[in-house]
């Protein structure tokens, strides 16, 4: 009883003694607030729409690039995407209006560099006024016009006439859709400097995309395309479930915890096999899209300095160090290929008491890319 009296007191106290800040705010103008955050969703606005421009021109020769090695998970891509006003809600769509011009009419918002649609010479901003001579609808009805008759077209690889508006004068664009890895790459507004492959699909954080430039982003993107189609996931989860099975015995056999330690560290290096693999895949694919994939290695120094901790010590991605000289190794593999006129293929183990991996057996099935993009 006495402990709740002194409580209550004590709540009386802080009550009464007006503990509050000291100092005047200044006024604030509510009107100049929402002006204020109009700027700065048209900021973020701006920023994503860079963001994706980057990361689709990066993705697009990747994805189309590397087909033959997808397998039977291919699908056919124009790689552009189209929206009007009535794709966006709230702020968003205040911005879009107010910093794109944006409105009912169906735009072209982005184009992959190298893709079908910006071979045949669609751009971003061009006006969508018809689609193989009919007139593209206005408003909500855009979507399922682009769903229903536009969507099957590109599946079906058939080539599309687009009539557009650009700068006030017509122009028409024959596009031909081309076989793709189906693996959507997405943007993910996160500020740390991470990507992940989910098995069937590929994310970049917006954090590393301001971290680095150009092709050392191509490489990330191509790293993760590779844990895609090595289905490094799928073993993952094999491995993680065999470990944790042998370990439960080990700990049971020998009534300590040998067991936990010896799964923690078999986990630790299938995870660090995976990533020298999708380092050394990554090489090939970024080569044979045509990026600068030379560049890989400084990326590791630019995440050395980010992190001189991993530099001399690896967890579930191989020391910095290694990292670094095994992908001088594969570079040196695939200028050696390129010199020599051989096609550009990543070796294979094989192992001759078992059967001889195919390339299905090694490219794990996966499928999906940047189609339509809506
Ligand atoms: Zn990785």
Known sequence: MAVLRAILVLILLVLLCGCGSVTRRPDIDDVEVAAEAGRMYEMVVGRDQVMLKRLSDLSTPLLIGNADLCGDRTRFIIAMAVHNLDDYRGRRRDAMESVYEMD??????????????????????????????????????????????VAPLVEAGKPIKFTLLRKAQRITALVQPVLACDYPVRLQDNGEVNAYATGTSIVIFSGLMNAFSGDELGVVVAHEMAHNLMGHREKKTLELWKDIYISRILDGATRTNAGSIYGNFAYLDSSQDFEYEADYVGLYLAARAGLEFERAPEFLRKLALDSPASINRGSTHPKLAARYVAQEAAIAEIHKKTALGQPLIPEMKIDTAEKKPTMKDGWAPVGVGLGLGR
């Open 104 to 149: 009912e009419r169906i735009r072209v918002t982005l184009v992959g560099r190298e893709g079908p649609a910006h071979v045949a010479g669609l751009r971003e901003d061009d006006i969508v006024l018809a689609v193989n001579d009919i007139e593209t609808p206005r408003g909500l009805a855009a979507s399922a016009f682009f769903k229903l008759h």
